[in-house]
């Protein structure tokens, strides 16, 4: 559904079979939505016609990843495949040796890729070529900021990795499940595990501040306007000050 943003009214609205969790990626002229059922499909942005088509063949967990005018779709089978944005059409493919569940993160000319084995892989854009590969990660997409990748892991660590080598600079246990994925703004990084919502310094990964909400937090962490943004699974919204280092919010950022 296009809504749209000044009236609030419904510009365009298109069927889609087995949606799923996956979210639409936006550029200037077209909406890519992709299904839980492994169907690509773009539409054109002011009107909703439907540009093209593209079956993955398999299951879709994970939204689409957009640059350089090339489409990164991943699947449970452990297949990335890159689309022609503009065409649809297949440009390269690459095996990973498990399933993906969460999105992709695309920085310069890297993808990357998350797996269940726990894997991160780090592919070349333009070939689909492996950079490198190490063992961290979990279900939650990773953040890559400043030349580090941040990701949660299964163990319930949270671990900065170096965006150029995977070599690992800090690694942090919080102690609970993470679901949620990362978000960096400045030199903290903010993210939830349990029902707790956690600062870390970037350089360091000391934990700075904790505040814990009424329930588990698996949806993603956002930082928006100085504020920490986190829904919970007790149905509230959390807004805590960002940029705080040495005591955690407790109020709403103003």
Not at 139 to 144: C, I
Not at 201 to 226: C, E, M, N, P, Q
Request: negative net charge.
């Amino acid at each position: 559904v296009a809504i749209d943003g000044a009236s609030g009214h419904e510009a365009w609205r298109k069927p889609l079979r087995f949606a799923g969790s996956c979210s639409p990626v936006v550029d200037d002229d077209r909406v890519y939505a992709a299904t839980q059922e492994g169907a690509i499909t773009a539409f054109a942005k002011s009107t909703g016609e439907e540009l093209w088509h593209y079956a993955d063949g398999d299951l879709v967990f994970s939204s689409p990843a957009l640059a350089s005018n090339k489409l990164i779709i991943t699947d449970v089978s452990g297949q990335v495949t890159a689309l022609n944005a503009e065409t649809g059409r297949e440009q390269w493919q690459e095996q990973l040796k498990a399933e993906v569940h969460a999105t992709p993160a695309i920085v310069g000319d890297r993808i990357f890729v998350v797996t269940t084995a726990p894997e991160i892989v780090v592919l070349d854009l333009e070939s689909g070529a492996v950079v490198w590969r190490t063992e961290a990660g979990g279900p939650s997409s990773p953040a890559v900021a400043d030349g580090m990748v941040y990701v949660g892991g299964e163990d319930q660590s949270v671990r900065a990795l170096d965006a150029a080598s995977g070599e690992e600079h800090w690694s942090t246990p919080l102690g609970y499940p993470i679901a949620s994925s990362p978000a960096s703004a400045g030199d903290l990084i903010y993210i939830a595990s349990g029902p707790t919502i956690t600062a870390l310094d970037a350089r360091s990964g000391k934990t700075l501040w904790g505040h814990v909400a009424g329930d588990v937090i698996t949806a993603d962490v956002a930082v928006v306007d100085g504020m920490v943004i986190a829904s919970g699974h007790d149905g509230y919204v959390y807004a805590l000050r960002a940029n705080v280092r040495e005591s955690g919010p407790t109020q709403p950022a103003t």
